[in-house]
């Protein structure tokens, strides 16, 4: 086939230009760091990405939402702990009060401290994170001790999604606690019938058995607490590691290998030069220089 200038021509630019578009790839590898830049230059690597990148921000919901729980958790065991605290001093009133060298006037004076305890314990009803009422089960906008009394009939189960349909339940029940009947007698009712019996000047000590199974139901709570925080902190472990496994699997498919990358530059540059240097030879003759 005969060769003509123009064709030579041509095939001098082709070539040129499809240096120029090898080097500017290899540029903006080197300049974003990413083999991948758009889904033309690998489409298989491009929708793995994606994939990876999908998966990483579930898991950063998922961990939020873990957080959330375990924060969850964490006010309610202090709310806990802190009733604990109040019936522990209500039970040792009650002994203080079964003493048979109590006068009334001491009588009324370990009635007004266990008042007062039941006015803490309605505190430790309405204990919130945020703005949210940790015992009102799934209706934490309403206060569920109102008026003297635990109100709140809401037992519904709190659950924070912490994984791929897997859902972990976070609240205590209020009514399992504030609610809870020892011999026919809930946690406020115990009290406050301990703070009559001082105030008629009678003895208290047959409510000791009554306070002591109020105890005994906090402490149960308090493990169930317990134990979904170590399920939580589980969940929230193997979280991290699975973010820490996709994020070396996305850089594995995304970042590009700079020193290779560099060296591909740094050849094409110098078959770029030699085109060019080519090119300005095989394409230098002009009309004149065919009439010599």
Known sequence: M?????????????????????????????????????ASDDPVKAVQIMSHRSALTEIEQFKRNTEDGLN???????????????????RELTVQ?????????SLNTIATEIRALK???????????????????????????????FASTNT??????????????????????????SEDANLFETVEQIALELENGNNPERFLNRVDKQMNNLLAHRSIVGSNVNQLEM???????????????LSKTEDVDL????????????ILNAALSSGAKAIQQTLVDFLR
Not at 72 to 90: F, G, H, I, S
Not at 259 to 270: E, P, S
């Open 156 to 181: 519904n189960v709190l659950s924070w999604n912490i994984g791929q349909d897997q859902y972990m339940k976070v609240n205590i029940n209020g009514t399992d606690v504030f609610n809870f009947k």
């Open 119 to 149: 006015d803490q314990i309605g505190n430790i009803a309405n204990a919130r994170m945020g703005d949210r009422f940790l015992f009102a089960g799934t209706d934490t906008d309403t206060a569920p001790f109102l008026n003297g009394a």
């Open 72 to 90: 969850w958790l964490e006010k309610t065991d202090n709310a806990l702990n802190e009733l604990t605290q109040v019936m522990q001093r209500v």
């Open 97 to 105: 009060g079964s003493n048979e060298v109590n006068n009334q006037d």
């Open 235 to 249: 969940g929230l472990n193997r979280l991290q590691e699975t973010e820490l496994n996709t994020q070396k699997l």
């Open 2 to 38: 005969r060769i003509t200038q123009n064709m030579l021509s041509n095939q001098v630019i082709k070539n040129i230009q499809q240096n120029y578009r090898s080097m500017s790839k290899y540029q903006e590898q080197i300049a974003s760091g990413k083999a991948i830049n758009k």
């Open 259 to 270: 020193a290779k990358v560099i060296t591909d530059f740094t050849t094409q540059q110098t």
